[in-house]
């Protein structure tokens, strides 16, 4: 193999739109705002992104966002984590974060107090608009978000994202091929192909990366984006290989030294096997769980209650199944709790993460290894004539 000697610049649309140094999103992972892994990410020439969910009460309990996030309204939580972001990545101008903000049915509520939140923070600080370039939609229709969503054919519209926020790189995280259609006529910017094998929040029905990623590519005229699965050189050039513009990456970045989440959850990931994970009812659809007593608790619930899921059904989740997702996550934050009694969500690929490195070193590992592939392959593939 030819090594290469310096880190040569892998370049996509992804730089164009995005303008970061590197085509990777780390993704947004709730119930944390993830807003340490976001600096870090962000001062390393990935988009960092900011995680909403936990700040919006009834996904943990008001309790524990209070524990977590300090007290508040969701708006006002999510504007104090944006300023303290911008705080700690202003001094480096080629920094770039976003904001994942779930726009599930069951969600609006929330949803729309944290775009009032971006829209202020413009208003209020113009300047961060130079850092924070993107909005990653994701769980629910994005038609409804859209300029015009009527004409679009939608039945409501709530705030035209790209009309509030002109300058604004509009994300939305698509599951089936039939999702990425409905976000191409909503205009967005982006489509992120979300895997089934990727960590917490999943489709309701088996459709790997493998598979949606390539067909996206081919039946959407916009850029897309592949999710799940991806933690590595090898699979950031497969992912391009197979017509994405870049990787956005959850279940890695978790098991980094900068992120934001427990010992026990970044140990938990490196200990895991490919096949350690389970999926479960949770908190607006199928998630993805490490394989442990907690997370077993609530197969055995999603069993009694939401079967359907394992008929690829939509269906609803029952008081125990939430009551237990509380527990978990309350158990994660409580350091006498063990792995075990903890609700650890976490992808497939969790089975090809053996390290916590720096974020630093992950991204550089990741490109040169990505450079190195794409540049050898015809070295071990031969195209021999007729
Ligand atoms: C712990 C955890 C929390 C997550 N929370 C969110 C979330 O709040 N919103 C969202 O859109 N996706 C969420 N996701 C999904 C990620 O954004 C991403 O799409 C997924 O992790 C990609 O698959 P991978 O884990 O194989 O990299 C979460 C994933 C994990 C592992």
Request: net charge neutral; charged share 25%.
């Amino acid at each position: 193999m030819v090594l290469i000697d310096r880190i040569k610049m892998i370049r996509t649309k992804f730089h164009e739109i995005i303008g970061t140094k590197y085509p990777i999103i780390q993704a947004g992972m709730g119930p944390f705002s993830t807003n340490e892994l976001c600096v870090a990410s962000a001062r390393n020439g990935v988009l960092g992104v900011i995680s909403s969910v936990g700040m919006a009460p009834g996904v943990v309990t008001p309790k524990e966002v209070e524990r977590v996030f300090g007290k508040g309204e969701p708006k006002e939580l999510l504007k104090d984590v944006l300023y303290w972001t911008y705080e700690n990545i202003k001094d480096d101008p080629q920094a770039r974060f976003g904001v994942n903000i779930p726009v599930s049915h069951d969600f609006i509520s929330p949803s729309k107090e944290f775009i009032n939140a971006i829209i202020e923070v413009f208003e209020e600080k113009p300047n961060i608009k130079n850092y924070l370039k993107v909005i990653i939609t994701s769980a629910g229709d994005p038609l409804p978000w859209a300029v015009n969503a009527e004409s679009k054919g939608s039945n409501t519209s709530y705030i035209p994202i790209k009309e509030n926020l002109q300058d604004i790189v509009w994300c939305h995280v698509c599951p089936s091929v039939r999702g990425a259609k409905r976000a191409e006529r909503a205009d967005v910017d982006i489509i992120i192909a979300s895997g089934r094998e990727g960590g917490a929040h999943c489709a309701w029905s088996d459709n790997s990366s493998l598979v949606l990623l390539p067909e996206t590519v081919k039946q959407v005229r916009k850029p897309v984006i592949g999710t799940g699965g991806f933690s590595d050189g090898r699979s950031l050039a497969a992912a391009l290989a197979l017509g994405a513009i870049g990787i956005q990456m959850g279940t890695r970045f978790i098991a980094t030294k900068e992120s934001d989440f427990q010992k026990k959850w970044k140990e938990n990931i490196v200990k895991s096997k490919e096949t350690e994970t389970i999926v479960g009812r949770g908190i607006f659809g199928p998630m993805r769980f490490i394989r442990n007593e907690m997370s077993l608790k609530v197969i055995d619930e999603t069993l009694k209650h939401s079967s359907d899921l394992y008929r690829g059904l939509p269906c609803y989740a029952n008081g125990e199944i939430k009551a237990l997702e509380f527990e978990g996550f309350k158990n994660l934050i409580d350091k006498t709790k063990s792995a075990e009694e903890s609700l650890i969500l976490g992808g497939v690929v969790c089975g090809r993460i053996n390290s916590i490195p720096h974020v630093k070193e992950l991204i550089e590992s990741i490109m040169k290894e990505a450079e190195e592939i794409i540049i050898n392959m015809q070295k071990h593939v031969n195209i021999l004539p007729d």
